[in-house]
């Protein structure tokens, strides 16, 4: 059977810019060796983000992020971007 070995590294960081507003980043880097002709892809990507908290409990949070993939096969490539929108809750 075929398969691969992937390698990953992530590193993500936050910080409490004030009472209410969490700034975060996150940065990662992801390589598989394909096994029996699947072909090797390494992917870098990163996203920057804000959470503003009305109170203790909720929050409005927003990041934007970026993914590249590169591989040797030309249909295996890819370049994103994605944006996301949300409420986020906690007790």
Same mark, same amino acid.
């Given at each position: 059977?075929?398969? =691969?070995? @992937?390698?990953?590294?992530?590193?993500?960081? %936050?910080?409490?810019?004030?009472?209410?507003? /969490?700034?975060?980043?996150? @940065?990662?880097?992801?390589?598989? %060796?394909? &096994?029996?002709?699947? /072909? %090797?892809?390494? =992917? @870098?990507?990163?996203?920057?983000?804000? /959470?503003?908290?009305?109170?203790?409990?909720? +929050? !409005? /949070?927003?990041? !934007? +992020?970026?993914? *590249?993939? &590169?591989?040797?096969?030309?249909? *295996?490539?890819?370049?994103?971007?994605?944006? &996301? !929108?949300?409420?986020?809750? *906690?007790?």
């Amino acid at each position: 059977s075929s398969g =691969s070995i @992937v390698y990953t590294a992530d590193f993500t960081a %936050d910080y409490q810019a004030r009472a209410n507003l /969490t700034l975060n980043s996150a @940065v990662n880097l992801e390589h598989s %060796d394909g &096994f029996r002709g699947l /072909t %090797d892809q390494t =992917s @870098v990507g990163g996203q920057i983000g804000a /959470t503003y908290w009305f109170n203790r409990f909720a +929050g !409005l /949070t927003g990041r !934007l +992020g970026y993914d *590249q993939t &590169f591989s040797d096969d030309e249909t *295996q490539r890819s370049e994103e971007w994605s944006a &996301f !929108l949300g409420l986020r809750l *906690q007790r």
